[in-house]
T-cell receptor, first 113, second 116 residues
Protein backbone atom coordinates (compact mmCIF):
# COMPACT_ATOMS: atom_id res chain seq x y z
CA UNK A 1 0.00 0.00 0.00
CA UNK A 2 1.59 3.24 -1.14
CA UNK A 3 1.53 5.97 1.45
CA UNK A 4 2.26 9.68 1.31
CA UNK A 5 2.62 11.45 4.63
CA UNK A 6 2.23 15.14 5.34
CA UNK A 7 1.83 17.15 8.50
CA UNK A 8 -1.78 18.32 8.39
CA UNK A 9 -1.00 21.59 10.19
CA UNK A 10 -2.19 24.22 10.32
CA UNK A 11 1.19 25.74 9.55
CA UNK A 12 1.16 29.42 10.36
CA UNK A 13 3.78 31.66 8.71
CA UNK A 14 4.08 35.46 8.83
CA UNK A 15 3.72 37.35 5.59
CA UNK A 16 7.04 37.74 3.78
CA UNK A 17 8.65 34.73 5.46
CA UNK A 18 9.53 31.36 3.94
CA UNK A 19 6.95 28.59 4.25
CA UNK A 20 8.40 25.08 4.31
CA UNK A 21 6.16 22.12 3.56
CA UNK A 22 7.31 18.54 3.84
CA UNK A 23 6.23 15.17 2.49
CA UNK A 24 7.52 11.61 2.80
CA UNK A 25 6.51 8.63 0.68
CA UNK A 26 6.71 4.91 1.22
CA UNK A 27 7.19 3.48 -2.29
CA UNK A 28 10.85 3.53 -3.39
CA UNK A 29 9.65 2.95 -6.96
CA UNK A 30 8.00 6.36 -7.12
CA UNK A 31 9.34 8.39 -10.01
CA UNK A 32 7.24 11.53 -10.22
CA UNK A 33 6.41 14.05 -7.52
CA UNK A 34 3.97 16.89 -7.49
CA UNK A 35 2.72 19.71 -5.32
CA UNK A 36 -0.84 20.89 -5.71
CA UNK A 37 -2.47 23.87 -4.08
CA UNK A 38 -6.13 23.62 -3.17
CA UNK A 39 -8.21 26.55 -2.03
CA UNK A 40 -11.35 25.80 -0.05
CA UNK A 41 -14.15 24.70 -2.37
CA UNK A 42 -11.86 24.51 -5.40
CA UNK A 43 -10.11 21.71 -7.24
CA UNK A 44 -6.36 21.07 -6.90
CA UNK A 45 -4.07 23.29 -8.95
CA UNK A 46 -0.65 21.99 -9.98
CA UNK A 47 2.12 24.31 -8.83
CA UNK A 48 5.28 22.20 -9.04
CA UNK A 49 6.50 18.92 -10.47
CA UNK A 50 9.88 17.32 -9.85
CA UNK A 51 11.37 14.13 -11.23
CA UNK A 52 15.06 14.05 -10.23
CA UNK A 53 17.00 14.62 -7.05
CA UNK A 54 17.83 18.18 -6.15
CA UNK A 55 16.07 21.50 -6.32
CA UNK A 56 13.68 22.92 -8.89
CA UNK A 57 12.76 26.59 -8.75
CA UNK A 58 9.79 28.35 -10.31
CA UNK A 59 9.24 31.91 -9.22
CA UNK A 60 8.69 31.99 -5.46
CA UNK A 61 8.37 28.20 -5.30
CA UNK A 62 11.20 25.68 -4.87
CA UNK A 63 10.62 21.94 -4.83
CA UNK A 64 13.28 19.69 -3.34
CA UNK A 65 13.55 15.95 -3.86
CA UNK A 66 15.70 13.41 -2.04
CA UNK A 67 14.90 9.93 -3.29
CA UNK A 68 17.35 8.24 -0.91
CA UNK A 69 15.45 9.69 2.03
CA UNK A 70 12.08 9.41 0.23
CA UNK A 71 11.44 13.03 0.99
CA UNK A 72 9.94 15.89 -0.98
CA UNK A 73 9.58 19.47 0.17
CA UNK A 74 8.14 22.73 -1.08
CA UNK A 75 9.49 26.13 -0.11
CA UNK A 76 7.46 29.26 -0.68
CA UNK A 77 9.51 32.44 -0.47
CA UNK A 78 8.07 35.86 0.34
CA UNK A 79 4.82 34.26 1.50
CA UNK A 80 1.66 36.17 0.68
CA UNK A 81 -1.81 35.93 2.24
CA UNK A 82 -2.99 34.55 -1.12
CA UNK A 83 -0.74 31.53 -0.51
CA UNK A 84 -3.04 30.47 2.33
CA UNK A 85 -4.43 27.13 1.15
CA UNK A 86 -4.05 23.39 1.56
CA UNK A 87 -0.96 21.99 -0.16
CA UNK A 88 -1.18 18.43 -1.40
CA UNK A 89 1.84 16.26 -2.10
CA UNK A 90 1.29 13.57 -4.74
CA UNK A 91 3.47 10.81 -6.17
CA UNK A 92 3.27 8.12 -8.81
CA UNK A 93 5.36 5.40 -10.39
CA UNK A 94 5.36 6.44 -13.98
CA UNK A 95 6.11 9.50 -16.06
CA UNK A 96 3.49 11.60 -14.35
CA UNK A 97 0.76 11.57 -16.92
CA UNK A 98 0.46 7.85 -17.39
CA UNK A 99 -0.42 6.69 -13.92
CA UNK A 100 -2.80 7.67 -11.17
CA UNK A 101 -1.55 9.75 -8.27
CA UNK A 102 -1.31 8.87 -4.60
CA UNK A 103 -1.99 11.92 -2.47
CA UNK A 104 -1.04 12.89 1.03
CA UNK A 105 -3.70 14.34 3.30
CA UNK A 106 -2.41 17.85 2.73
CA UNK A 107 -0.93 20.63 4.86
CA UNK A 108 -3.11 23.59 5.70
CA UNK A 109 -0.98 26.71 5.35
CA UNK A 110 -1.98 30.05 6.86
CA UNK A 111 -0.06 33.19 5.96
CA UNK A 112 -0.57 35.80 8.64
CA UNK A 113 -0.62 39.43 7.41
CA UNK B 1 -2.31 22.86 -19.84
CA UNK B 2 -5.63 21.38 -20.96
CA UNK B 3 -8.95 23.05 -20.23
CA UNK B 4 -11.23 20.60 -18.44
CA UNK B 5 -14.93 20.94 -17.72
CA UNK B 6 -17.25 18.78 -15.66
CA UNK B 7 -21.02 18.50 -15.58
CA UNK B 8 -22.90 18.84 -13.34
CA UNK B 9 -20.94 21.11 -11.00
CA UNK B 10 -23.09 19.98 -8.10
CA UNK B 11 -26.15 17.87 -7.46
CA UNK B 12 -28.31 16.66 -4.62
CA UNK B 13 -29.59 13.14 -5.14
CA UNK B 14 -31.77 10.69 -3.29
CA UNK B 15 -30.36 7.43 -2.03
CA UNK B 16 -30.80 4.51 -4.38
CA UNK B 17 -30.55 6.62 -7.52
CA UNK B 18 -27.62 7.02 -9.94
CA UNK B 19 -25.79 10.06 -11.25
CA UNK B 20 -23.59 10.31 -14.32
CA UNK B 21 -20.79 12.87 -14.26
CA UNK B 22 -19.29 14.09 -17.50
CA UNK B 23 -15.72 15.23 -18.08
CA UNK B 24 -14.77 17.08 -21.27
CA UNK B 25 -11.27 18.17 -22.33
CA UNK B 26 -10.42 20.72 -24.98
CA UNK B 27 -7.66 18.57 -26.51
CA UNK B 28 -6.99 14.90 -27.04
CA UNK B 29 -5.44 13.21 -24.02
CA UNK B 30 -4.27 9.66 -23.55
CA UNK B 31 -5.13 9.19 -19.92
CA UNK B 32 -8.12 10.30 -17.90
CA UNK B 33 -8.53 9.61 -14.23
CA UNK B 34 -11.38 9.80 -11.74
CA UNK B 35 -10.82 10.73 -8.10
CA UNK B 36 -13.01 11.14 -5.06
CA UNK B 37 -12.48 13.68 -2.29
CA UNK B 38 -14.64 13.01 0.74
CA UNK B 39 -15.41 15.88 3.10
CA UNK B 40 -12.26 17.09 4.84
CA UNK B 41 -10.16 14.41 3.19
CA UNK B 42 -7.56 14.18 0.46
CA UNK B 43 -8.03 12.73 -3.00
CA UNK B 44 -8.39 9.01 -3.65
CA UNK B 45 -8.01 7.50 -7.11
CA UNK B 46 -11.11 5.61 -8.22
CA UNK B 47 -10.05 4.43 -11.67
CA UNK B 48 -8.03 5.10 -14.78
CA UNK B 49 -9.96 5.47 -18.03
CA UNK B 50 -8.19 4.64 -21.28
CA UNK B 51 -9.86 5.17 -24.61
CA UNK B 52 -10.81 1.89 -26.25
CA UNK B 53 -10.30 -0.32 -23.24
CA UNK B 54 -11.94 -1.14 -19.93
CA UNK B 55 -11.28 1.18 -17.04
CA UNK B 56 -8.80 0.03 -14.41
CA UNK B 57 -10.18 0.28 -10.87
CA UNK B 58 -8.27 0.81 -7.64
CA UNK B 59 -8.70 -1.41 -4.64
CA UNK B 60 -12.01 -0.73 -2.96
CA UNK B 61 -13.77 0.49 -6.09
CA UNK B 62 -15.78 -1.76 -8.41
CA UNK B 63 -17.25 -1.35 -11.86
CA UNK B 64 -20.80 -2.12 -10.75
CA UNK B 65 -20.73 0.83 -8.38
CA UNK B 66 -18.68 3.23 -10.52
CA UNK B 67 -19.09 2.35 -14.21
CA UNK B 68 -16.90 4.48 -16.48
CA UNK B 69 -17.06 5.19 -20.17
CA UNK B 70 -14.30 6.62 -22.37
CA UNK B 71 -15.72 6.82 -25.91
CA UNK B 72 -13.00 9.09 -27.31
CA UNK B 73 -9.84 11.00 -26.41
CA UNK B 74 -11.63 14.10 -25.10
CA UNK B 75 -14.53 12.74 -23.06
CA UNK B 76 -15.29 10.40 -20.17
CA UNK B 77 -18.17 9.72 -17.82
CA UNK B 78 -18.32 8.33 -14.30
CA UNK B 79 -21.59 6.97 -12.94
CA UNK B 80 -22.19 6.69 -9.22
CA UNK B 81 -24.76 3.90 -8.92
CA UNK B 82 -27.27 3.02 -6.22
CA UNK B 83 -26.10 5.97 -4.14
CA UNK B 84 -25.99 6.12 -0.37
CA UNK B 85 -25.11 9.07 1.90
CA UNK B 86 -21.56 7.68 2.11
CA UNK B 87 -21.15 8.57 -1.57
CA UNK B 88 -21.44 12.26 -0.74
CA UNK B 89 -18.12 13.60 -2.03
CA UNK B 90 -16.48 15.75 -4.61
CA UNK B 91 -15.73 13.77 -7.75
CA UNK B 92 -12.88 15.03 -9.90
CA UNK B 93 -11.54 14.03 -13.25
CA UNK B 94 -7.96 14.66 -14.26
CA UNK B 95 -6.04 14.31 -17.48
CA UNK B 96 -2.46 13.42 -18.28
CA UNK B 97 -0.19 11.89 -20.87
CA UNK B 98 -1.77 13.89 -23.64
CA UNK B 99 -0.73 14.38 -27.23
CA UNK B 100 0.95 17.63 -26.28
CA UNK B 101 3.29 15.67 -24.02
CA UNK B 102 1.34 16.29 -20.85
CA UNK B 103 3.55 14.76 -18.20
CA UNK B 104 1.66 16.25 -15.30
CA UNK B 105 -1.98 15.80 -14.36
CA UNK B 106 -4.50 18.56 -14.36
CA UNK B 107 -7.84 18.52 -12.62
CA UNK B 108 -11.29 19.57 -13.64
CA UNK B 109 -13.39 21.80 -11.39
CA UNK B 110 -15.09 18.84 -9.70
CA UNK B 111 -18.67 17.71 -9.11
CA UNK B 112 -20.00 18.16 -5.59
CA UNK B 113 -22.45 15.35 -4.87
CA UNK B 114 -24.75 15.25 -1.85
CA UNK B 115 -26.83 12.13 -1.26
CA UNK B 116 -29.83 12.43 1.04
Amino acid sequence: QKEVEQNSGPLSVPEGAIASLNCTYSDRGSQSFFWYRQYSGKSPELIMSIYSNGDKEDGRFTAQLNKASQYVSLLIRDSQPSDSATYLCAVNDAGGGADGLTFGKGTHLIIQP
Amino acid sequence: SAVISQKPSRDICQRGTSLTIQCQVDSQVTMMFWYRQQPGQSLTLIATANQGSEATYESGFVIDKFPISRPNLTFSTLTVSNMSPEDSSIYLCSVGGGGQGLREQYFGPGTRLTVT
